[in-house]
């Protein structure tokens, strides 16, 4: 979606918005940071993400700057589902290779540029064009608009310093602002500034030039005292002395110092809203850091929006064959990278669902590759290393409560719905039932629902309630006749060798999420599906089988786990009254209370697996 689109629908409902900007870190490891950073930094609800080009060394002209900032853009449009800017600059930058980040912009969904003639490369100190390259933005901007039509939303910067430069220079400055806007260029990101005053002038002075586009004003939050003074010298920007006053004795206390200038910042943002200059947007220079910006918005208490944050329930791709997407099945929930590398070569999306499951298309294992988010190391810090049934259920049971972050299965923390229902899960775990997947039943709560909600504004949700766990055969069999006391349950079992247990007779997909909103059809964007089921179960038990290689052969840890995914089911059961909350829980607890069964005696259960199979064979 174009950002001016963005900033349309946001003064048509009369709200503020805000936006982000990260640069390409210069490190594997700080990229790798990064991505985490910007995904939680989603939850804050950016309208949109601008990523910079890092400044290119003269000694090494071209390196892999723009390709850092292209990995990015992919990276934040399809896998973390943001809408994303993308720096583009002259710098070192011939028509080839210019022409080559468009084409992957375009490729990745990206339907902004930022088109800049950039900063000398770092060790020269004036600016010049490369053979074959373009000399001044507007030349970049007209070849976007030459090559491109009206598929991307031009942005270029100005500069409200321009202000203090006498008449003469400023008419200039202005002149050639407005030769970018007759271009094509369709809004205005400015340079950070601290004095207010200067910015409203520069903003009236350009409205007073005939420049109607949006204009969006830069916000650098102040982060420490050293940090303020470097960027502000790097930029060259004007500091009022009330910020010098206010911040200066206080240089040595990074604390106070953020406390202080996030007040000062935020009266900033304050004023500008409240000026009568049309401007209701803030984008935020984040430095790729993440306290100065968290408390910049909770500041101005700027709350995120649902329905900016989970337009649906899960994170949507933005790539241009997947945009339309609005269907997957549930058993990726926690594992959306995975999701997304098996199915990327689909060719079509029929009315919006994940495909046909039946299709050669639908990606083997092979082609994604399954591995674990955690190291070795990381792994045995979180995991430990457990040699018995109850420790492994003890695990699980405290991923639900949030004591530990992470579970092979989950490449994301516990989610907010999951605390609605962490203390039954808790208990299922604990008796043996180890979950790693789960919803709890949602009957009609408004989509602003701060937990459950998700989608446009002014709707309501429903959900059926959804479990997925491993159990031992013993358990298993032990469950199945209290879940076929009840007719609204149907369930799918299956072993790492392909022993199916089910009960339901039908191949089709079963709707677990639904929203329905004003003006629209029911959208179901979440369902559960036998032949998806197939996919992802071998999924699941290569992943337990990485997490057993991660100690020694011959360990009793790996020994454990090993036989766990050797002879354990994978189960997911749907519960389809969505009115009755807790009906999915009773035949657990049913279970629990015909076995007299208590988290100690876990152990013996799970042993008795190897005694039934001994009962069997003879």
Same mark, same amino acid.
């Given at each position: 979606?174009?950002?001016?689109?963005?900033?349309?629908?946001?003064?048509?409902?009369?709200?503020?918005?805000?936006?982000?900007?990260?640069?390409?870190?210069?490190?594997?490891?700080?990229?790798?940071?990064?991505?985490?950073?910007?995904?939680?930094?989603?939850?804050?609800?950016?309208?949109?993400?601008?990523?910079?080009?890092?400044?290119?060394?003269?000694?090494?002209?071209?390196?892999?700057?723009?390709?850092?900032?292209?990995?990015?853009?992919?990276?934040?449009?399809?896998?973390?589902?943001?809408?994303?800017?993308?720096?583009?600059?002259?710098?070192?930058?011939?028509?080839?290779?210019?022409?080559?980040?468009?084409?992957?912009?375009?490729?990745?969904?990206?339907?902004?540029?930022?088109?800049?003639?950039?900063?000398?490369?770092?060790?020269?100190?004036?600016?010049?064009?490369?053979?074959?390259?373009?000399?001044?933005?507007?030349?970049?901007?007209?070849?976007?608009?030459?090559?491109?039509?009206?598929?991307?939303?031009?942005?270029?910067?100005?500069?409200?310093?321009?202000?203090?430069?006498?008449?003469?220079?400023?008419?200039?400055?202005?002149?050639?602002?407005?030769?970018?806007?007759?271009?094509?260029?369709?809004?205005?990101?400015?340079?950070?500034?601290?004095?207010?005053?200067?910015?409203?002038?520069?903003?009236?002075?350009?409205?007073?030039?005939?420049?109607?586009?949006?204009?969006?004003?830069?916000?650098?939050?102040?982060?420490?005292?050293?940090?303020?003074?470097?960027?502000?010298?790097?930029?060259?920007?004007?500091?009022?002395?009330?910020?010098?006053?206010?911040?200066?004795?206080?240089?040595?206390?990074?604390?106070?110092?953020?406390?202080?200038?996030?007040?000062?910042?935020?009266?900033?943002?304050?004023?500008?809203?409240?000026?009568?200059?049309?401007?209701?947007?803030?984008?935020?220079?984040?430095?790729?850091?993440?306290?100065?910006?968290?408390?910049?918005?909770?500041?101005?208490?700027?709350?995120?929006?649902?329905?900016?944050?989970?337009?649906?329930?899960?994170?949507?791709?933005?790539?241009?064959?997947?945009?339309?997407?609005?269907?997957?099945?549930?058993?990726?929930?926690?594992?959306?990278?995975?999701?997304?590398?098996?199915?990327? &070569?689909?060719?079509?999306?029929? =009315? %919006?669902?994940?495909? @046909?499951?039946?299709?050669?298309?639908? #990606?083997?294992?092979? *082609? !994604?590759?399954?591995?674990?988010?955690?190291?070795?190391?990381?792994?045995?810090?979180?995991?430990?290393?457990?040699?018995?049934?109850?420790?492994?259920?003890?695990?699980?049971?405290?991923?639900?409560?949030?004591?530990?972050?992470?579970?092979?299965?989950?490449?994301?923390?516990?989610?907010?719905?999951?605390?609605?229902?962490?203390?039954?899960?808790?208990?299922?775990?604990?008796?043996?039932?180890?979950?790693? &997947?789960?919803?709890?039943?949602? =009957? %009609?709560?408004?989509? @602003?629902?701060?937990?459950?909600?998700? #989608?446009?504004?002014? *709707? !309501?949700?429903?959900?059926?309630?959804?479990?997925?766990?491993?159990?031992?055969?013993?358990?298993?069999?032990?469950?199945?006749?209290?879940?076929?006391?009840?007719?609204?349950?149907?369930?799918?079992?299956?072993?790492?060798?392909?022993?199916?247990?089910?009960?339901?007779?039908?191949?089709?997909?079963?709707?677990?999420?639904?929203?329905?909103?004003?003006?629209?059809?029911?959208?179901?964007?979440?369902?559960?599906?036998?032949?998806?089921?197939?996919?992802?179960?071998?999924?699941?038990?290569?992943?337990?089988?990485?997490?057993?290689?991660?100690?020694?052969?011959?360990?009793?840890?790996?020994?454990?786990?090993?036989?766990?995914?050797?002879?354990?089911?994978?189960?997911?059961?749907?519960?389809?009254?969505?009115?009755?909350?807790?009906?999915?829980?009773?035949?657990?607890?049913?279970?629990?209370?015909?076995?007299?069964?208590?988290?100690?005696?876990?152990?013996?259960?799970?042993?008795?697996?190897?005694?039934?199979?001994?009962?069997?064979?003879?």
């Amino acid at each position: 979606m174009k950002i001016t689109e963005k900033i349309e629908q946001a003064n048509k409902e009369g709200r503020v918005w805000w936006s982000f900007e990260y640069f390409p870190p210069r490190t594997a490891q700080g990229l790798q940071n990064l991505l985490d950073r910007i995904e939680r930094m989603r939850a804050l609800g950016p309208e949109f993400i601008d990523i910079t080009c890092r400044p290119i060394d003269a000694r090494n002209a071209g390196g892999r700057t723009s390709d850092l900032t292209s990995e990015l853009v992919k990276t934040c449009q399809s896998l973390i589902g943001i809408e994303t800017c993308m720096h583009l600059t002259c710098t070192n930058m011939p028509k080839e290779k210019v022409d080559n980040a468009l084409r992957d912009a375009k490729a990745h969904g990206c339907r902004n540029i930022l088109a800049l003639r950039g900063d000398p490369p770092a060790g020269k100190e004036e600016w010049e064009s490369v053979e074959g390259g373009f000399e001044h933005g507007i030349d970049l901007v007209k070849h976007i608009r030459k090559n491109y039509g009206d598929y991307f939303d031009i942005a270029v910067a100005g500069f409200p310093q321009t202000q203090t430069l006498p008449p003469a220079e400023r008419d200039l400055e202005m002149k050639y602002l407005k030769e970018k806007i007759d271009a094509g260029v369709n809004f205005i990101f400015t340079q950070m500034f601290y004095d207010v005053d200067m910015f409203i002038d520069w903003v009236k002075a350009v409205r007073a030039a005939g420049i109607a586009v949006p204009i969006v004003p830069g916000i650098n939050p102040i982060q420490t005292w050293n940090g303020f003074m470097r960027a502000t010298s790097l930029a060259k920007t004007i500091i009022p002395p009330k910020f010098l006053q206010a911040l200066e004795p206080h240089k040595n206390n990074d604390e106070k110092v953020r406390e202080i200038g996030t007040k000062m910042v935020a009266d900033i943002c304050r004023r500008i809203i409240a000026e009568d200059v049309g401007i209701r947007g803030l984008h935020f220079y984040t430095m790729n850091l993440e306290k100065g910006t968290k408390m910049l918005l909770e500041e101005l208490e700027f709350v995120a929006r649902v329905q900016t944050i989970k337009p649906l329930p899960w994170r949507q791709c933005l790539t241009p064959t997947r945009r339309t997407e609005t269907i997957r099945p549930i058993f990726w929930a926690n594992r959306t990278k995975s999701y997304i590398s098996r199915t990327e &070569n689909w060719d079509e999306y029929p =009315n %919006g669902r994940f495909g @046909d499951s039946r299709s050669p298309a639908y #990606g083997e294992l092979d *082609g !994604y590759g399954v591995w674990l988010k955690q190291s070795k190391e990381e792994a045995h810090a979180l995991w430990g290393h457990p040699t018995s049934y109850a420790q492994i259920a003890r695990l699980f049971s405290k991923f639900c409560t949030k004591e530990i972050s992470a579970l092979p299965w989950s490449d994301e923390p516990p989610s907010a719905e999951m605390s609605v229902i962490s203390s039954q899960l808790g208990r299922m775990n604990e008796l043996g039932f180890l979950t790693i &997947n789960s919803q709890p039943a949602v =009957n %009609g709560v408004r989509s @602003d629902h701060p937990v459950h909600g998700w #989608g446009p504004s002014k *709707g !309501y949700v429903y959900q059926k309630a959804y479990l997925e766990f491993f159990a031992s055969p013993a358990l298993l069999s032990t469950l199945l006749p209290y879940i076929s006391r009840d007719s609204n349950i149907t369930y799918y079992a299956i072993n790492k060798h392909g022993d199916l247990r089910t009960n339901s007779h039908s191949e089709g997909p079963n709707a677990v999420t639904w929203g329905v909103f004003p003006g629209k059809e029911i959208i179901q964007p979440t369902i559960v599906e036998a032949i998806s089921f197939m996919a992802w179960k071998d999924e699941a038990f290569e992943l337990g089988m990485q997490w057993a290689n991660l100690y020694e052969p011959g360990s009793a840890s790996r020994s454990l786990i090993t036989d766990m995914m050797e002879n354990y089911f994978l189960v997911n059961v749907v519960h389809n009254d969505f009115q009755d909350t807790e009906a999915i829980f009773r035949p657990f607890w049913a279970v629990a209370a015909e076995a007299g069964l208590e988290q100690p005696e876990i152990q013996r259960l799970s042993n008795g697996v190897r005694q039934l199979e001994v009962a069997s064979v003879a």
